[in-house]
């Protein structure tokens, strides 16, 4: 069974998506691609079960958007799971890697994958397909890529949120 519960941030509804050991989804409301990775599964309202349930990576991933929202780095990471193609688990895996403040470029990230000898050629445009469905925001860093001027590029829960995030962390970014 599928879980769903609203975090209520800074920026406004959260939604995560767990199941009884991973987090599986944390998604702006109204995001694009919201809930891609879990299309077709039945999620239940985790609040429905009125206190009878608890759920620690639930606790744990609150706790980590706790400390996150209030400008500091969690030190911790939350149990979750990718659910993805290769290709994407392989540019997520990479935005991980991402130290907290620090940014990095599409081009980048393509670069990385073509070192890794997985990949023969890769365009920052695949790179920023892959970026822009990454089902676990925030977390998993994707706020974190801009463009190769350092400026900001597309972020699947809205630039404003991108922006904000990048303020939290106390990035310097071009405009």
């Not at 599928?2 to 989804?25: Q, R």
């Not at 991933?61 to 500091?72: A, C, M, P, R, V």
């Not at 990471?77 to 392989?90: A, N, Q, S």
Request: glycine share 10%; aromatic share 12%.
């Amino acid at each position: 069974m599928l879980y769903k519960k609203i975090y209520n941030s800074p920026l406004g509804k959260i939604y995560l998506i767990f199941d009884e050991e991973f987090l599986l989804g944390l998604y702006f409301e109204n995001q694009k691609y919201f809930g891609d990775a879990i299309k077709g599964e039945e999620t239940e309202n985790f609040d429905s079960k009125n206190g009878e349930l608890s759920n620690k990576n639930l606790e744990v991933t609150e706790k980590w958007l706790d400390i996150y929202f209030s400008g500091e780095e969690p030190k911790f990471m939350p149990c979750i799971k990718l659910i993805g193609t290769e290709f994407r688990r392989d540019v997520w895996k990479i935005l991980l890697e991402i130290p907290y403040g620090e940014t990095t470029t599409y081009k980048a990230i393509s670069e990385k994958l073509i070192e890794s000898g997985k990949y023969k050629r890769m365009s920052a445009q695949g790179v920023g397909g892959a970026v822009g469905h990454n089902p676990i925001s925030i977390i998993v860093p994707c706020h974190r890529v801009v463009g190769v001027d350092g400026s900001l590029t597309g972020y699947a829960g809205g630039l404003a949120n991108k922006k904000r995030l990048l303020q939290n962390e106390v990035v310097k970014f071009n405009k």
